[in-house]
């Protein structure tokens, strides 16, 4: 083999070497993907087609449903009223960013008389509220309320580092007035290191049987680190019943909490 055939040998074989190389970049990622939460494939340490494990996604089959433990309506004045549910969810580290719901309001002979639609988020672990006020329905009077998620939940984790941190507590609650002017009072705190956006509050107040007589709601736009402020729920009318015990409850889409 002459030297010239030798040199041309070597740079076919360093051509050939080159396209092998190239061609094995160009199909490996096909051939051997790696494990994403967004490939449709269960793969990793996902329990389920891009759920769980490390996924932000939770696996449907590993959480519970929301409990509904009521829904009811509030006459605020005649004609107008509140709406709302009270929720339980047993789930300690999965909540819901974004789902629509509706309520259903029948007379009392069960006959549909109208509906609210919205759009609301569920916390992680325990009990929320959903609340939906100035509802009307003509000449007819609410007597049944049901209601309803309308769309499938889209469940995502939450660590429990985000849950430990982020805690708001009430207290000073306190009823004025109520056989006139009816005002109920309470001072909320921002017990973490981190701003809480759109907080919304919502009031219970029970009778002496553990039934709720009536509801109300008030909104923070921000609750800042470490931050107190008082709050008030007002009512135009009297409430009615001997009101023993008084639940607020603060709310807000543990999502929008961004930790420094």
């Known amino acids: 083999m002459t030297w010239a055939l030798k040199r041309q040998l070597f740079y076919v074989g360093v051509l050939i070497v080159f396209f092998l190389v190239f061609g094995f970049l160009i199909i490996f990622p096909y051939v051997n993907d790696i494990p994403s939460c967004v490939d449709n494939k269960q793969n990793g340490n996902e329990a389920g087609v891009d759920c769980g494990g490390s996924c932000i996604k939770a696996c449907t089959f590993e959480v519970d449903e929301v409990s509904i433990l009521w829904s009811r309506v509030f006459q605020v004045v005649p004609g107008r009223y509140n709406a709302v549910a009270l929720f339980e ?47 009307g329905v003509g000449n007819s009077i609410p007597v049944y309320t049901s209601f309803e998620f309308t769309e499938t939940p889209l469940w995502n984790n939450v660590s429990q580092d985000k849950i430990d941190q982020l805690k708001v507590s009430v207290s000073n609650i306190k009823l004025e007035n109520q056989d006139t002017s009816p005002r109920l009072y309470a001072t909320v705190r921002n017990d973490s290191l981190f701003n809480i956006p759109e907080v919304g509050v919502v009031a219970l107040l029970y009778d002496e049987k553990g039934n709720v007589v009536s509801s109300s709601r008030t909104y923070l736009d921000i609750l800042g680190a470490e931050e107190t402020k008082d709050i008030s729920f007002t009512w135009p009318e009297s409430i009615k019943g001997n009101i023993v015990s008084k639940e607020i409850i603060p709310m807000y889409n543990i999502f929008l909490v961004k930790l420094k």
């Open 89 to 135: 969810n047993h789930n300690k580290n999965t909540a819901i960013y974004k789902i629509k719901y509706k309520f259903r309001f029948s007379d009392k002979d069960n006959i549909y008389i109208g509906k609210r639609e919205g759009e609301t988020f569920v916390p992680p672990s325990g009990k929320f509220a959903i609340f939906e006020a100035g509802i």
